[in-house]
């Protein structure tokens, strides 16, 4: 059978999904294609998981009922608190929707192989009598509406569509962050990050280390940053996948306000990639010695030994501008639960090399977008996204790190021009790295404050 088609318009398509809080549905029965039949329904939407049912009548109304139960024949009540029955087009092309929670949730579905979508004890009932038509009882206390607000009490249909939703329960109805997704935030956090200054005058940048596993995606971070800034897909540092580390090289990198603007207060220190092998990656015993600044820009990494006093370029008297101020873990957000123990137990040994030298830590959860399908087409959700709070719950359980240091974000991998939601994330991460850094320097001893050894 061709595709089926959808009765509803674009707009109505938009508030649908809103109602519905998902990005995705499938339209599974058409009364016009398969016939207004009980059977050919149940046969088509049983076993289907969570569905909405849409009807049409002559009068231009636009209704239904949603369950996240699925149907099976069962012949009996199905259980569903999150059942509710909506006006999604009133008369006169009245476009305020209307959503009626159920009130009795052990009645909020009859499942019986004989009725249609029946909401309630008969509350709403369609197919009713094999027909294009409902019926309804808004006298029983499962839902409570009046059959003119609901249907404008015309209950011959002119058609009946049954959806699968795809992704119900994954969107919140309120983000748990708040953020103005607007290209005017873009502009306000770039213009903060630009014009902060350490307090100190001997620190005129944040260092901040980039850590994580090798394909996270540290240099493809520290890419779009600088994208977002030269306000272009960019590419300065090696990025790229492969099995083992592609950075072999401790690299500083500075990021410039557009080609030829003045250096952000902020420089990225990269580094190989963190591997489960033993010895195999970045060696941790390494840390410490970036940690207070004795590892000089494009030192070759030797992962079978860490640097020493004699070697080339070795910072023998690091001043405080040399320490590391602030790490950035850069995890892989659709790997969390399934990050080997042995790479987990290696970033927890890290963070307390890092606790000991009062260096503050976040986490960069990178590739949220292959999280939830519906991020791919718009970031700007990922707030409402439950796998992903999932994700970032998981992230700070496993590696000891509060959920306010956890910030998803989406790295430019394919794209060619910059997004100003992919922006937004961004320039959020690189701002409270400056926050933390600034809070490391609250913490430096006051006899340590001026240009002098902080470590010897």
Not at 324 to 330: G, L, P, S, T
Request: glycine fraction near 6%; hydrophobic fraction near 35%.
């Amino acid at each position: 059978m061709a595709d089926l088609k959808s009765r509803l318009t674009k707009q109505e398509e938009v508030l649908f999904l809103r109602l519905l809080g998902s990005k995705r549905t499938s339209l599974l029965y058409k009364g016009s294609v398969h016939g207004f039949n009980v059977n050919t329904f149940h046969y088509i939407c049983n076993r289907q998981g969570p569905t909405v049912a849409v009807a049409y009548n002559a009068s231009g109304y636009i209704f239904g009922g949603f369950t996240i139960q699925s149907y099976s024949s069962s012949g009996a009540y199905l259980n569903d608190d999150k059942a509710f029955l909506f006006r999604l087009k009133g008369k006169e092309n009245d476009s305020s929707p209307i959503k009626i929670p159920v009130k009795i949730a052990q009645e909020a579905v009859y499942d019986n192989a004989e009725y249609g979508p029946n909401f309630g004890l008969d509350s709403l009932v369609m197919l009713s009598e094999n027909k294009a038509a409902v019926s309804t009882n808004a006298n029983a206390a499962s839902y409570t509406f009046s059959a003119e607000d609901l249907y404008g009490n015309d209950p011959v249909l002119v058609e009946c569509e049954v959806y699968r939703v795809e992704d119900v329960g994954e969107i919140m109805e309120i983000p748990w962050r708040k953020i103005a997704w607007t290209a005017g935030e873009r502009l306000k956090l770039m213009e903060e990050i630009k014009t902060y200054k350490p307090y100190l005058n001997n620190v005129s940048q944040f260092r901040v280390l980039i850590l994580g596993p090798i394909g996270a995606g540290k240099s493809s971070f520290f890419n779009s940053v600088n994208s977002t800034f030269r306000g272009y897909v960019t590419s300065q540092a090696i990025a790229g996948s492969d099995s083992t580390s592609v950075t072999m090289q401790y690299r500083t990198y500075e990021v410039k306000n557009g080609r030829d603007g003045n250096p952000l207060p902020v420089v990225f220190c990269d580094t190989m990639g963190l591997e489960e092998k033993q010895e195999a990656g970045l060696d941790i015993e390494e840390v410490p010695n970036i940690l207070k600044g004795h590892v000089p820009d494009r030192y070759q990494f030797n992962p079978s030994s860490t640097i020493h006093p004699h070697a080339p370029g070795y910072i023998r008297n690091p001043t405080l501008k040399d320490q590391i101020h602030c790490v950035a873990f850069v995890i892989d957000g659709s790997k969390v639960e399934i990050l080997p123990e042995n790479l987990a137990a290696k970033l927890r040994e890290i963070r307390r090399k890092a606790n000991l030298l009062g260096v503050p830590q976040l986490v960069i959860l990178t590739k949220v977008d292959e999280i939830c399908s519906f991020l791919e087409e718009d970031i700007s959700y990922v707030y409402k996204s439950k796998p992903v709070e999932k994700q970032m719950q998981l992230t700070a359980e496993r590696l000891g790190i509060p959920l306010s240091q956890i910030l998803p974000v989406k790295n430019y991998s394919s794209e060619l021009d910059i997004k100003f939601d992919v922006d937004i994330l961004i320039l959020m991460a690189v701002r409270q790295m400056l926050r933390l850094a600034e809070g490391f320097l609250d913490n430096v001893p006051l006899d340590h404050s001026s240009d002098s050894e902080l470590y010897k």
